[in-house]
């Protein structure tokens, strides 16, 4: 077995056991039903409200208002993130307000958000927009720092335009350290939408968890818990897998 | 044949912006005949690397003019130059057979007419066993034909070389080395080489240009008179030892300059 696989069986392993410690905890008595239901609760209900229907609205507004503040932050980050890249006087003003930045609970501006812009999604995506849009900007960072300056002697060279200097030579050297951005930024994004909407929002998967939980419903709390964490560790999943698949390229050997 | 000047270089000086300001060039004049191999020695930190710059255009002189096929450049890399640098400037991310066809990303070029010249190239430098892999999976001596074979398709008439070999072991220069030149035979076209190795440059080269230490200005300029068909079994002739011994006397003394020794 490769070393990859081992790892992956090994994780695997240790998620299994878990769920299966939990179940059985649950089964048991150990762990009072009206704290915790079991793992196997959760999945059912999960599929019972996926499958109704009843989450629908909730999982079109929530993830339409992630995914619109993931691109909004990438386009954000990436643009900043070269904007203070080529200005070394505001990349010392910048920078250690980037390296506090996420000491800052940005909820806080919630309710600033809500006055400035009105009840609905637009205080969502800018709250999605704040958390994730800095990780893209250090990223960005990082990676136009680690791009070798005979890489760009190349591009000279070859007579490349701005444009295809970026296309062709920037972006690819970049995209390792920005990837790391990026997954960040989907983390950051899914917190910072579904915290959102937790804490003071009328709609979304957010929102369902918090009404769920003020109601004592257990199974519909821990049945759209486990659908959330599912799409965050699936999504995630996808962008480490295309990392892995881009990094092994370049370092095999 | 009347010889044909290829590049000329007048008066030229590079200086950089204070403070303090400093000297790193010239001035230089310089004539490089077409189809020569002209390579530059010299202490470190005289300006070599600055003076490739400067011929190539990556760089400008602070005063002076550079001409290569009678135009004088400005700011930027002319049609018909091609470079290879001290570091490995593979992409990482592109395969061997796609670093060498990025210079003709932007030729115009057909499919097949790329593929062709690819072939060549990958062929000529001795990688087509490796054409798929990536820089990663290749030595550091390979990373460096793959550079010299992304500017070989490129047909240049003029190749300018900065330490191409400055990473490798003795043995793979020699061997480099001899690749270099059949590429120069095959192709006609003029080469600056720049390089710290005496040896190197006594084999490789028609004429060779010894620099001062900063700021760098030509101190000697020795013929080898090698025949066009050589490769590096020159190394074993006789005159060999007397040319880099030449080499050495015009460079010893700039060279503890540049350590801030006297001679």
């Known amino acids: 077995m490769k070393r990859r696989h081992a790892i992956v069986f090994v994780r695997i392993a240790v998620l299994a056991g878990s769920i299966i410690f939990l179940e059985v905890c649950c089964r048991a008595g150990i762990i009072d039903p009206l704290t915790v239901i079991p793992p196997s609760e959760m999945f059912a209900s999960m599929i019972d409200r996926v499958g109704s229907g009843e989450m629908n609205a909730s999982i079109m507004s929530t993830f339409s208002t992630i995914v619109f503040a993931f691109v909004l932050a990438i386009g954000f980050g ?176 | 044949m009347a010889s044909e000047s290829h590049v000329e270089l007048n008066e030229v000086v590079r200086q950089y912006d204070g403070p303090p300001a400093i000297q790193a060039l010239g001035p230089i004049d310089l004539v490089i005949d077409r189809g020569e191999f002209f390579s530059i020695v010299g202490p470190s930190g005289c300006g070599k690397s600055t003076l490739l710059d400067v011929v190539c255009g990556l760089a400008q002189p602070t005063s002076g003019s550079v001409r290569f096929e009678g135009k004088e450049l400005c700011a930027e890399v002319p049609e018909g130059v091609g470079v290879v640098f001290q570091e490995d400037s593979s992409m990482p991310w592109l395969s061997v057979r796609q670093n060498v066809a990025f210079g003709l990303r932007t030729s115009g070029l057909s499919k097949k007419q790329v593929t062709e010249r690819v072939d060549h190239a990958v062929g000529f430098m001795g990688l087509a066993q490796f054409a798929d892999h990536y820089p990663a999976q290749l030595s550091g001596g390979m990373r460096q034909r793959v550079c010299i074979a992304r500017t070989l398709v490129l047909r240049p008439r003029l190749i300018l070389l900065d330490e191409p070999f400055g990473a490798l072991d003795q043995q793979t220069r020699l061997l480099m080395g001899d690749e270099l030149l059949r590429l120069w035979r095959e192709t006609g076209a003029t080469v600056l080489l720049i390089t710290h190795a005496l040896d190197e440059a006594a084999m490789l080269s028609d004429r060779v240009g010894v620099m001062s230490a900063r700021p760098g200005r030509f101190i000697d300029m020795i013929e080898t008179g090698w025949p066009r068909d050589r490769d590096s079994r020159v190394v074993s002739d006789r005159e060999f030892g007397a040319l880099t011994a030449r080499l050495w006397s015009s460079l010893r003394e700039e060279s503890l300059k540049a350590m801030g020794r006297a001679a």
């Open chain 1, 78 to 253: 990436i643009l900043a993130g070269a904007l203070i890249h080529r200005s070394p006087r505001l990349r010392d003003v910048v920078d250690p307000l980037l390296a506090s930045y996420y000491s800052v609970p940005t909820f806080i501006f919630y309710p600033l958000l809500v006055a400035l812009l009105g009840l609905g999604k637009a205080p969502l995506v800018v709250l999605g927009v704040l958390s994730a849009a800095p990780a893209v900007m250090i990223s960005t960072l990082s990676g136009l720092d680690g791009i070798s300056p005979v890489l760009i002697k190349l591009a000279r060279v070859h007579r490349l335009s701005p444009a295809r200097t970026f296309s062709w030579i920037v972006l690819p050297a970049a995209l390792p350290r920005l990837f790391t951005g990026l997954k960040l930024a989907l983390s950051y994004a899914l917190i910072g939408v579904i915290a959102g909407e937790f804490i003071l929002s009328g709609t979304g998967l957010g929102y369902d968890i918090s009404f769920a939980y003020q109601s004592f419903d257990n199974r519909a709390m821990y049945g759209t818990m486990l659908f959330v964490l599912s799409i965050a560790v699936i999504s995630n999943g996808f962008l480490y897998a295309w990392e892995g698949r881009l990094a092994r390229r370049r370092s095999r050997g």
